[in-house]
């Protein structure tokens, strides 16, 4: 009787487990101690030493996981698009490509060039059909995050890798800051002239003129990046290019194994992970397709948090002025990492680290520069139509992006800082990345000078977030940069004159980008 009763209650617990198991996997839950490979449970992830276990990580909503089919329709989509814009970006000089209507040499289409013949360029409808494309690509990249826990990690590597080759290949596409790194480059390495101090409009008859756009802007650039990129001044223009375009696919590369390592080493799934970051369409078309400095940062940044979790706190602390020597939003999560170590051994290692390699930055700078710094003011007083500054200033009656609201919004992330920094202080078990993000969050929305790549920012701090909601709003980021900044909205507002900056504030914006684009006479 006693050996029965015993069998019922192990067969009840079981069902009851399994049930359990079901219901988790219907919500899209993975627990802390389990990954799923396709159908089957994969082996428990050892969590690092004072995580807490059992937190749940689900998908950006709660809806039911989609099977394997949409996935892999996401995937082909995603595929799909990018090579349509890789094709159509080489075949000719469009609007995809900035400035190729004044010159656009073999070495700048790439090997995509004439495969296909001449293709449809006309502006409207190429606009028209790159904003398509990228509302069909966010609309994938969410699929793609329904879906993903479906497929294999292996199989997630390969759909990276090819949508990595097909952006290699492609031109430097929407705008042209990968030459204006050359330029600053080329503006101190090979004519000797000081880029903190000095403008591209000043060596007109260098060739990366013609490429270049902000003849008139000191370099916003950290002053480390710059350093690094004197090498490319001695090489030609084709060579330098392409080393560039390479080591920015490889930077991304980088951040995305990062991030897997960092999920595994919170116990949380790498693939949704991965896949959050990797598969963005912004992060994909504009990020990667500009080839922009913010990919180093980022590499930078991320490796700091995989380094921190392992407790490897001096690397880290390094690590994140690493990322503030190459542009100065980098150092957004070291305050965070020192209110999250909670030891005063851990602090201080990371302050250590911070110091330690600040002081061999700090000379290099100022054996280069002097006692210049990288021009962060100019692009802070110029304002994009659609930012969130100048929107909010039209919506309340205050004319627009005015100083007022832009201090305003400053002292709005500064608040959201020091909220999210005492909660964490407070609250000892409170998710650091998730209020780093939160600051990340409030910072982007408070750029006057909105690009869509700096959504990218917050991408790798919301898909290791404990919780979805964050997961969520970066989704929701992602849309709304895509429908306001997409080339389409420009192209009908510029057809119905529609100007969001026929304002005094929007006037002096305009006025100061002029300078900062035509450069001195």
Not at 120 to 147: C, D, K, N, Q
Not at 249 to 265: D, P
Not at 391 to 405: D, E, F, P, R, S
Request: one cysteine or more; glycine letters at 8%; a positive charge.
């Amino acid at each position: 009787m006693t050996r029965e009763r015993v069998s019922q209650r192990g067969t009840s617990l079981a069902l009851s487990a399994a049930d359990q198991s079901r219901r988790s996997a219907q919500h899209g839950i993975l627990t802390a101690g389990t990954t799923r490979q396709g159908n089957r449970q994969g082996p428990a992830v050892a969590l690092p030493r004072g995580l807490e276990t059992g937190q749940r990580f689900s998908l950006p909503f709660s809806w039911a996981a989609l099977g394997p089919f949409f996935a892999w329709l996401a995937f082909g989509a995603l595929i799909a698009a990018t090579a349509a814009i890789a094709v159509y970006a080489a075949a000719q000089p469009s609007i995809l490509v900035p400035r190729s209507t004044a010159a656009f040499p073999g070495w700048l289409a790439g090997p995509l060039h004439g495969l296909f013949g001449s293709l449809p360029h006309s502006r409207g409808a190429l606009e028209f059909g790159l904003s398509a494309v990228l509302v069909g690509m966010t609309i994938a990249y969410v699929i793609a995050l329904l879906a993903v826990r479906t497929v294999s990690m292996r199989a997630l590597w390969i759909v990276v890798g090819v949508l990595m080759a097909l952006l290699l290949v492609t031109p430097p596409l929407q705008l042209t800051d990968l030459f204006n790194y050359l330029g600053y480059a080329r503006l101190g390495g090979l004519h000797g002239l000081n880029p903190y101090t000095h403008v591209i409009g000043e060596i007109r008859r260098d060739p990366i003129y013609l490429f270049s756009t902000w003849h008139g802007l000191h370099s916003p650039y950290g002053e480390l990046f710059t350093a690094l990129t004197y090498p490319l001044a001695f090489l030609s223009l084709p060579v330098a290019t392409w080393i560039f375009k390479v080591a920015a696919v490889l930077a991304s590369v980088g951040i995305l194994w990062l991030v897997a390592v960092c999920a595994r080493r919170l116990g949380r799934d790498p693939r949704l992970a991965v896949a959050f970051v990797g598969l963005n369409p912004v992060f994909l078309v504009y990020a990667i397709g500009g080839f922009h400095v913010d990919l180093f940062m980022l590499l930078a940044s991320t490796a700091a948090v995989a380094l921190f979790l392992s407790r490897r706190d001096r690397t880290a602390g390094a690590l994140m002025m690493v990322a503030f020597g190459i542009k100065v939003t980098g150092l957004l999560l070291l305050p965070f990492m020192l209110v999250a170590a909670r030891k005063g051994r851990r602090r201080l290692h990371l302050v250590m680290g911070a110091v330690l390699a600040a002081v061999p930055l700090a000379a290099l700078s100022i054996s280069l520069f002097g006692l210049t710094f990288s021009n962060v003011f100019d692009q802070s007083h110029i304002l994009t139509q659609l930012s969130i500054p100048n929107l909010l200033g039209l919506a309340v009656g205050a004319g627009g992006g005015t100083q007022a609201v832009l201090r305003g919004m400053e002292v709005l992330v500064v608040a959201v800082a020091v909220y999210q920094l005492v909660r964490m202080a407070m609250q000892p078990d409170r998710d650091w990345l998730a209020g780093a993000g939160w600051v990340t969050l409030a910072l982007v929305a408070s750029a006057p000078w909105l690009m869509p790549w700096y959504v990218i920012w917050l991408l790798p701090l919301a898909a290791l977030a404990r919780r979805t909601s964050l997961r969520a709003v970066a989704v929701a980021l992602t849309l709304f940069l895509v429908l306001t900044l997409g080339p389409d909205t420009t192209y009908v507002f510029n057809r119905n004159n529609i100007n969001l900056l026929q304002t005094p504030a929007g006037r002096a914006s305009m006025t100061l980008e002029h300078k900062l684009v035509s450069g001195p006479k």
